[in-house]
């Protein structure tokens, strides 16, 4: 079916709203650590508390996930996403008004739960577009929301907060986010016109054409190796750069430990740039598979020099910062995988559980990255990099974790060489 201009404008903005709500998140998801010294200060906590209120964000996010594709496929996605933004001012509104630890960690909750529905109903969105060409550069495009939302959320947010009131500069921060998400999704609801269109379920999305083995497709190993690839080739950006980069990167830059914020911000800016040149050019590459080995190697290798080598130049540390996220990006295969091989009313659904799981190896890591911080048997003290040194061989091992499954991937990958 041929779309018309009445029918795209109304489902970019669809698309576009809940692109910056993932941004949203996303600016929500780094925010301990960036508020880190007021929430240290404020309630009188240490700094691996703070890595602890992200796990609750972390947690809620990533079990909202696994239910968050049966309830857009029941209500609808823009239904969905204005219940969404809703929770999400609910908990802005209560971490202003809390004044103890328990009220912040119950916001953290209700950001994961709510942030949990944003790049499925993006993606899905994309899906229904129907898209001949430039599909991967466009979830490359969405996906790099996120990267934007760590960014802004990074260092311009800190600034901010160092010129006024924190908490004042938080509320006002995400109130009007969250004000322009709402004011791009009614542009939906003005456009379409249709009421009964609004909720628009599973049932009543067009799915023609629609193959009878989707279902044995999607649980073969074709699809599931690069969702396992994803996992461990992202795992690193949940665990390290969102949550612990910063307080390495100050032990680590000695003398330079004022740019350690700027820390976090290279590596999304790599992982933008890498998402936008993989979009351009994984459909246009013959042998993915090689191409996937060479990102994890060159990962693993940048994360080790960052974590094991000492007095690293200040633009070195950088620029391998900038590296390291290049290479993360090639997680990107993993949702046009899940697109390219599932059929329109089940992609909610399908990317639901393929997110769970590009997600749930970082969340893992973080826990395990908090235990072994702890542990008596770490034989150093917290604020000395070599506790860092011991913990982190987890970064480098799963990027051998990755490049080892790339190396098992099908050389004629059908979900990979369909991508466009």
């Known amino acids: 079916m041929k779309q018309n201009a009445k029918t795209l404008i109304p489902v970019f903005f669809l698309w576009l709203s809940s692109s910056i709500f993932y941004a949203h998140q996303?600016?929500?998801?780094?925010?301990?650590?960036?508020?880190?010294?007021?929430?240290?200060?404020?309630?009188?906590?240490?700094?691996?508390?703070?890595a602890q209120i992200s796990s609750f964000f972390f947690f809620s996010y990533l079990l909202s996930l696994l239910f968050s594709g049966y309830i857009i496929q029941k209500l609808g996605k823009p239904m969905t996403l204005l219940l969404a933004v809703i929770l999400n001012q609910l908990g802005i509104f209560l971490f202003y008004a809390s004044n103890s630890?328990?009220?912040?960690?119950?916001?953290?909750?209700?950001?994961?739960?709510?942030?949990?529905?944003?790049?499925?109903?993006?993606?899905?969105?994309?899906?229904?577009?129907?898209?001949?060409?430039?599909?991967?550069?466009?979830?490359?495009?969405?996906?790099s929301f996120g990267a934007l939302g760590i960014l802004i959320g990074g260092w311009p947010l800190e600034s901010l907060v160092d010129l006024f009131d924190w908490k004042i500069t938080i509320l006002l921060f995400f109130t009007a986010s969250n004000l322009l998400i709402l004011f791009l999704c009614f542009q939906y609801f003005l456009l379409k016109k249709t009421p009964s269109l609004f909720f628009a379920k599973a049932k009543n999305i067009e799915a023609t054409n629609q193959p009878t083995d989707k279902k044995f497709k999607y649980l073969s190993w074709e699809l599931w190796g690069p969702t396992l690839y994803g996992c461990f080739q992202f795992l690193p950006s949940i665990c390290f750069a969102t949550v612990w980069l910063v307080p390495f990167a100050h032990l680590e830059l000695g003398a330079h430990k004022m740019y350690a914020a700027f820390s976090p911000a290279t590596v999304y800016?790599?992982?933008?740039?890498?998402?936008?040149?993989?979009?351009?050019?994984l459909p246009k590459i013959k042998n993915k598979n090689k191409y996937l080995i060479c990102s994890s190697i060159i990962a693993c290798t940048a994360s080790m020099i960052i974590i094991y080598f000492t007095n690293i130049p200040l633009i070195g540390f950088f620029a391998l910062l900038f590296i390291l996220g290049?290479?993360?990006?090639?997680?990107?295969?993993?949702?046009?995988?899940?697109?390219?091989?599932?059929?329109p009313h089940f992609v909610s659904v399908a990317l639901a559980i393929n997110l769970f799981f590009l997600n749930v190896g970082g969340f893992v890591a973080l826990v395990l990255i908090d235990?072994?911080?702890?542990?008596?048997?770490?034989?150093?003290?917290?604020?000395?990099?070599?506790?860092?040194?011991?913990?982190?061989?987890?970064?480098?091992?799963?990027?051998?974790?990755?490049?080892?499954?790339?190396?098992?991937?099908?050389?004629?990958?059908n979900a990979l060489s369909k991508m466009k």
């Open 269 to 281: 800016l790599g992982i933008t740039f890498g998402l936008i040149t993989n979009g351009r050019i």
């Open 371 to 413: 235990l072994l911080l702890k542990l008596e048997y770490n034989f150093f003290a917290f604020g000395i990099l070599k506790s860092y040194h011991f913990t982190f061989v987890l970064i480098p091992t799963s990027f051998i974790i990755a490049a080892i499954i790339a190396g098992f991937l099908p050389k004629n990958n």
């Open 26 to 50: 996303y600016m929500l998801r780094v925010l301990p650590s960036t508020l880190r010294h007021e929430l240290i200060q404020h309630y009188n906590i240490q700094l691996v508390d703070v």
């Open 326 to 343: 290049a290479c993360m990006s090639t997680y990107l295969v993993t949702t046009s995988m899940v697109q390219t091989q599932t059929a």
């Open 101 to 143: 630890l328990e009220g912040v960690i119950l916001s953290e909750i209700m950001f994961g739960v709510s942030g949990s529905f944003s790049l499925n109903i993006a993606l899905s969105t994309i899906k229904e577009l129907k898209l001949e060409k430039n599909k991967v550069l466009l979830n490359a495009i969405t996906l």
